[in-house]
């Protein structure tokens, strides 16, 4: 921020000059990444991290509904095979499970 002072026919003006840096980011319009790696609480929109996805068991081919933070064991209900197993945050698929996630 730099001002100058004049004086023309004894009135003084002060002027502003404000310089403007160029961002390196758009903050209105962020990239799709960048908002996905931000914390579920500081994205432009809200949004949970979590999801339910629906996976196909390796032995019998049934498709089980998961939810993706799955706090148990989850089994088939078909032959009692174990389609994920819980860690400390998301769940982990057994070796030879397919997923897709649930659209809304």
Known sequence: ???FVGSSRGVT???FQISVAAMD???LN???KDQRDMH???RMIQSPNSFFMDVKCPGCLQITTVYSHAQTV???GNCNQMLCQPTGGKARLTEGCSFRRKVE
């Open 25 to 27: 980011i758009d903050l």
């Open 74 to 76: 989850v089994l088939c």
């Open 30 to 32: 962020p990239c799709a």
């Open 13 to 15: 003006a002060v002027r």
């Open 1 to 3: 921020l730099k001002h």
């Open 40 to 42: 579920k609480l500081k």
